[in-house]
């Protein structure tokens, strides 16, 4: 657990400053605004599926061949900012990767990255279109995570194996996502609040 917070919290630097440079183009603060074009949500989509590979890339790889990663990060983040369609798109980029690594939580580390897009968007609907605030999307993180630990319980074999994975991966992945979500909204906040001042 030690190592894994060790890693999480150099990888949650590297989420600032890729959200720091993200912002700053045009397209995603269009996409932000919600004032885009399908060209620019679809650049949103493909920049936080490849920010999903980055985070299956930077995880640790355990014994088992399960890698406790920031993945989801990227799908839930754009769901909460652009809707089902962009976290499923996100979701399936960073998904269909993990799954093609193999080992013997592929499927259920897939389905949960595909959910954790699918699940932003569903809060941004609920939200009506609005953007959540840092408790809310912390809770999204840890709710998320947990899913994905009951996913690797009910898909992953042989079950003992896949035990000592949900409780030696979930609870650093749960603390890593809730900080990098965190980290996310306070720059979408900001964006949004320079938005405003200049309408």
């Not at 600032?16 to 996409?31: G, H, K």
Request: charged share 15%; net charge neutral.
């Amino acid at each position: 657990m030690h190592d894994l917070l060790g890693l999480f919290a150099t990888t949650e630097v590297f989420v600032f400053v890729f959200m720091e440079i993200v912002i700053r183009i045009q397209p995603i603060q269009r996409v932000i605004c919600q004032k885009a074009a399908w060209d620019d949500k679809v650049f949103f989509i493909l920049l936080m599926g490849g920010f999903s590979i980055f985070g299956t890339y930077t995880g640790i790889e355990l014994p088992s061949g399960a890698i406790s990663s920031i993945r989801d990060l990227g799908p839930m983040v754009a769901g909460l900012v652009a809707g089902p369609l962009a976290g499923l798109g996100a979701g399936l980029i960073g998904g269909i990767h993990r799954y093609s690594l193999g080992g013997m939580t592929c499927i259920p580390c897939g389905l949960a990255t595909v959910l954790a897009g699918l699940s932003g968007g569903v809060v941004f609907l609920l939200n009506k279109r609005k953007l959540i605030g840092i408790f809310q999307a912390i809770l999204l993180a840890v709710f998320v995570e947990f899913i994905h630990g009951v996913l690797t319980l009910l898909i992953a074999r042989p079950f003992d194996e896949a035990f000592k994975i949900v409780l030696a991966a979930i609870p650093a992945m749960m603390i890593a996502n809730a900080m990098g979500i965190a980290i996310g909204i306070i720059v979408l906040e900001r964006v949004l609040e320079e938005a405003k001042k200049h309408t």
